[in-house]
């Protein structure tokens, strides 16, 4: 299948952002791919399953503010409740830009009804989060892979 298909929708979303601190669009969108995420109807609706995001070169503290795609998304998933949808990440850094946005992201996809699927590098695996569940481990994974990033981009403003 090449991704392109109409047909019955899968429940399946890939929540993309572009940033210079993320994998690319192109290495997300193929991530999203090999977990299902295709084109498809919702009902009578042809909604994209892809939701994008370009953020470079943005540096603010109000990211739900910033992303406008994804909050619009939020909120149509909020009026749709699409119990048991499942929201696909490329890595925890994606779901959010620090510990607190991240667990924003996810409490609000939680009330939604929804399932949210994080690709992690660690191990080359991924995790589903279901309502409730400890997101502990995955918090401490986004601050670490933000701190990773800080670190980078400073030491790339120092060459």
Request: charged share 25%; hydrophobic share 40%; net charge neutral.
């Amino acid at each position: 299948m090449s991704g392109k298909e109409t047909g019955h929708f899968n429940g399946k979303w890939g929540v993309i952002t572009v940033n210079e601190r993320l994998p690319s669009k192109g290495e997300q969108i193929a991530r999203a791919r090999s977990f299902g995420v295709t084109e498809s109807m919702l009902g009578p609706k042809d909604i994209s399953a892809l939701i994008v995001d370009d953020v470079t070169g943005k540096r603010t503290t109000n990211w739900p503010g910033v992303l406008k795609e994804r909050a619009t998304f939020l909120d149509m998933m909020g009026e749709l409740h699409t119990v048991g949808d499942q929201v696909f990440f490329a890595t925890p850094l994606c779901v959010g830009f620090s510990r607190s946005h991240a667990r924003e992201t996810i409490e609000r996809l939680w009330s939604c009804g929804m399932l949210v699927h994080v690709h992690t590098v660690r191990g080359n695996g991924s995790a589903l989060y279901a309502d409730g569940d400890d997101i502990t481990d995955l918090l401490s994974m986004v601050a670490a892979e933000q701190n990773a990033a800080n670190v980078r981009k400073s030491r790339a403003g120092k060459s």
